[in-house]
């Protein structure tokens, strides 16, 4: 089987007919479902469900691509179960799951919906370059096949979310901030992220690009229609293919780099096959604000970062003190002392987990004079 094989499937809309046509084929010119999803296997498809929003604010897999897949999986004969954990860990899983439309994907198609943070297993990873030993769930483990199912959507820390960055919601709840106290640089994060990709390799990488999303993401209000399903076997690939879709190079993104030095999969565009739609460049793909550092060599970059670096500062007119940012920062750089929260930035690491997390879209990234000039 050709795991270089990236297929690219027009898909205009999010109606339920249309996406599992354009998943059906797209699947197909990779090769099909066989060694992802056959009769008696079972199969975790693993959305990003970062946060609780809507559907149509674009932060998470749109449900109609994960419903699709789902059925699509149960046609192949195989047992479908939807597994996450969101970053958040103030509320129970069970808002995140009607909020973001997956509750009742699970009504429809039946396939369970499954909390990542129970019955943890320690796992060894061998060539892991932050962790040697890692906590996942025993869903996660000992499945037949794992899906990650990102959205096309740009990261203000690491640029890009895609295939592999998705992976970092297979750590159990509060681990992950774990992960941003222990990687504050996004190069750490990107070698953490693929320790967890080391053991957890998904058979399937499906990315939901029928509406992406631009600027600071990954809760940025910039969506972009794109209109297509990406799916590939490898997904370093797939995320490749992605990122020059909007303009990214493959090198940029600290989660490609550091799975591809691994050899983990390819993030050479001229080994990878693209089938289907040719790639097209989205024109003007606006990029997180703090894209230009990537061109900046390190040791200066080191010496420089807080300068240039955008900042999160919480807005008195959304605020509502309710204080998830405050439980999900890793360094414990927000204090409640009055409406809005105050950031203490000598000891915030910049992970962006507060503007991520926050459900009244309070948290915005204000950029450095430095910032603004340099852009
Ligand atoms: S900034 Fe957002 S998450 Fe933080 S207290 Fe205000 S509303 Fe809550
Ligand atoms: S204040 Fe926000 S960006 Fe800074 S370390 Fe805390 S969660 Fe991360």
């Not at 970053?87 to 699970?106: D, I, K, M, P």
């Not at 987990?353 to 450095?368: F, G, H, N, V």
């Amino acid at each position: 089987m050709n795991n270089r094989k990236i297929s690219i499937v027009e898909c205009a809309d999010y109606d339920i007919r249309r996406v599992k046509e354009a998943i059906r084929k797209a699947v197909s010119l990779i090769g099909g479902w066989e060694g992802i999803a056959e009769r008696g296997n079972r199969v975790l498809v693993k959305p990003n469900m970062l946060s609780a929003r809507p559907p149509d604010e674009g932060v998470t897999t749109h449900p109609a691509v994960v419903r699709a897949l789902v059925e699509l999986v149960q046609e192949a004969g195989a047992e479908a179960l939807i597994g996450d954990s969101p970053g958040e860990t103030n509320r129970e899983l069970s808002h995140f799951w009607e909020v973001c439309g997956y509750s009742e994907v699970s009504r429809v198609t039946g396939a369970p919906l499954i909390s990542l943070d129970r019955e943890i297993l320690e796992v060894e990873v061998a060539d892991g370059v932050i962790y040697k030993r890692l906590h996942l769930s025993r869903s996660v483990l000992e499945v037949d096949a794992l899906i990650t199912v990102p959205k096309l959507k740009t990261h203000s820390l690491t640029l890009f979310t895609g295939a592999v960055k998705n992976l970092l919601g297979l750590i159990p709840g509060g681990g992950k901030l774990e992960f941003h106290r222990r990687c504050p640089r996004p190069d750490d994060l990107g070698e953490a992220v693929v320790d967890v990709f080391s053991v957890a390799r998904p058979k399937l990488a499906l990315m939901d690009a029928v509406v992406g999303m631009e600027g600071n993401g990954p809760v940025s209000d910039k969506l972009r229609d794109i209109g297509v399903i990406l799916a590939g076997r490898d997904s370093v690939a797939l995320d490749t293919v992605a990122q020059a879709m909007i303009g990214l190079k493959a090198f940029d993104v600290p989660t490609t780099r550091a799975a591809a030095q691994r050899k983990l999969g390819t993030s050479d565009l001229r080994q990878i096959e693209v089938l289907g739609q040719p790639l097209k460049v989205v024109e003007d793909f606006l990029l997180p604000s703090n894209a230009v550092v990537r061109s900046i060599p390190r040791p200066i970059l080191d010496l420089i970062a807080r300068r240039i670096m955008v900042r999160p500062r919480a807005r008195a007119d959304k605020c509502t003190n309710c204080g998830v940012c405050m439980n999900s920062c890793p360094v414990d750089a927000i204090y409640i002392e009055e409406r809005p929260v105050r950031v203490d930035y000598k000891k915030c690491i910049l992970c962006l987990c507060c503007y991520e997390l926050c459900p009244e879209k309070a948290m915005d990234l204000r950029k450095s004079l430095l910032a603004r000039f340099w852009r």
